[in-house]
């Protein structure tokens, strides 16, 4: 009896791992969405810590090889992503910054306090004309800005004169004198930053009813008008949404929404960004689900305020933030990167796809040694972090026509009350004509089969690459740089059935064939 009893448990088992095996992906190639913009991509870089100055920029008389300032080494690495766009000089520090102290010779800008990140001087050695240089280095759309925490509206205004006017204006003749002939094409222009906290501690209202102000008086060429920007909510908070698109109209193209993600959940002890246990390995990726949950609600309340769809959701700020790498200045916010981070970066990219009718920028904070950086550079040496190569592999969704991908049978992966989707999926048709699939599997112990269904048929076979690492936490260091790195991948119908196998923690982005 016993032994019968034991031979129907075993049984049980095999037909509930098949179950739970019975995974599928059906992507429905014939129902194009949106386009996800290549912004979607886009990078944050702030004069805060060691992100612009030794990281990026180190002058043109540094030993460090270097194009005028900026280093060949992170350039060239950052150029492999293909950064579409570079949103500057802040963050808070915008809020403070004033652009005519960054213009005209380098010796003899003022140096002031950066009171904002870390109380060190800033000598202003990158100022507009040393970012619109960046920014032609790599190819990438610009994003400045302004400053309505310390500024004027004068002020907004006639830096905008002096980056786009043509003809003899006496700020433009200003700008020829330093340098700069042809204007510079500016983008994205956002007026305040944060303005609910660092910007200015105001109200929705009150913030509304100042970009009506401001925004009346920012004036360029026709050619060469960025698209406006105004400063919205934080976190979950879709109020400043509501507000903005209900009573703004002029020189108004988007809200920028900003939500960084803690493995507490709580801006004090946020938690660590190494040698965590995986309840908050869990707890930092489960929290792009409330991303998700802001943006379909974000989108509610657009569609409502802005049926013609002429405003966009700008997701400027968003990232892992952890407790400061022990003996690092507090200021400098500088923090490890690891496979957690990976995985962070690509499931914020499937909810972005998910959402591109209106998300149609977002800004990685930050690119280079601040937060989940692409890039950590030590001296005249760099790193490539893990949240670099989850970028890299979803380069070819830049520009790509989503399409809806649906998981049958998705797993629940759980840790303690805490849950989650087991995998997270999107696909695209990219530009190359490709269609284009990313997976993500959050589990960090189980690795997970599903069968791949394009229609209602299985594609012959998929080739692409994969990232995953043996811990929770495994990073890249200056003496072991390829901890973290992909793997080719790629897997063949057999029997008229196309299973990926998706290892623990892993992201796997591939083409399909056939
Ligand atoms: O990215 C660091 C800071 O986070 C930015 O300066 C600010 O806008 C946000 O609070």
Not at 11 to 24: E, F, R, Y
Not at 143 to 164: D, F, I, K, R
Not at 330 to 357: I, S
């Amino acid at each position: 009896m016993k032994k019968q009893l034991l031979a129907l448990v075993a049984m049980l088992a095999v037909n509930a791992s098949a179950l739970a095996a019975d995974i599928k992906l059906v992507v429905n190639a014939d129902q194009p969405g949106p386009v996800i913009h290549r912004n979607v991509y886009g990078q944050f870089a702030e004069h805060l810590g060691t992100g612009i100055y030794e990281g990026m920029w180190v002058g043109p008389e540094s030993k460090i090889p270097n194009v005028r300032g900026w280093r060949k080494d992170v350039v060239a690495a950052l150029k492999e992503l293909k950064v579409p766009l570079v949103r500057w000089p802040g963050g808070c520090f915008a809020d403070e910054y004033h652009w005519r102290e960054g213009i005209g010779p380098r010796g003899k800008r003022p140096v002031k306090v950066n009171t904002t990140w870390g109380g060190v001087p800033e000598n202003n050695a990158v100022g507009t004309h040393e970012f619109f240089d960046l920014v032609e280095q790599l190819g990438a759309e610009a994003y400045v800005n302004g400053n309505m925490g310390t500024g004027s509206p004068q002020e907004m205004a006639e830096w905008l004169e002096y980056m786009t006017a043509e003809g003899k204006s006496t700020l433009a003749e200003l700008r020829r004198k330093n340098g700069r002939d042809k204007p510079f094409r500016v983008h994205y222009f956002a007026v305040g930053n944060e303005t609910w906290g660092c910007g200015g501690n105001m109200r929705p209202e009150y913030y509304a009813d100042m970009y009506r102000h401001w925004a009346t008086f920012l004036k360029t060429p026709e050619n060469n008008r960025p698209k406006f920007i105004a400063s919205g909510g934080n976190d979950t908070d879709t109020t400043w949404t509501d507000v903005l698109s209900k009573s703004v109209r002029f020189n108004f193209d988007a809200i920028a929404h900003h939500a960084y993600t803690f493995p507490s959940g709580k801006w004090e002890g946020k938690g660590s960004a190494v040698g965590f246990p995986e309840g908050e390995w869990i707890s930092m990726l489960s929290q792009v689900g409330k991303i998700d949950d802001t943006l379909t609600r974000s989108t509610t309340i657009l569609d409502k305020n802005d049926p013609q769809k002429r405003l966009a959701l700008y997701f400027d700020e968003w990232g892992s933030w952890y407790d400061p790498e022990p003996g690092s200045n507090p200021g400098f916010l500088v923090q490890r990167n690891t496979l957690r981070d990976a995985l962070l970066a690509a499931l914020h990219f499937n909810v972005f796809h998910a959402h591109a009718d209106r998300v149609k920028m977002s800004n990685v904070a930050q690119m280079v040694n601040v937060l989940q950086a692409m890039i950590l550079t030590s001296k005249d040496k760099l790193v490539l972090t893990p949240t670099y190569h989850a970028f890299a592999l979803y380069t070819p969704f830049q520009d790509a026509t989503s399409l809806p991908a649906k998981i049958e049978n998705n797993p629940v992966y759980k840790v303690g009350n805490v849950e989650m989707p087991g995998i997270s999926a999107t696909a695209a048709r990219a530009k190359d004509g490709k269609l284009y699939i990313g997976l993500v599997n959050s589990n960090a112990n189980e690795a997970a089969e599903l069968t791949l269904q394009v229609g209602a048929t299985a594609p012959k076979a998929v080739k692409g690459q994969l990232l995953t690492a043996g811990a929770m936490d495994a990073q890249n260091e200056l003496s072991k740089p390829a901890q973290v790195v992909p793997q080719a991948f790629e897997a063949q119908a057999a029997g008229g059935k196309l299973t990926l196998k998706l290892p623990a923690k892993s992201i796997v982005v591939v083409a399909v064939e056939g």
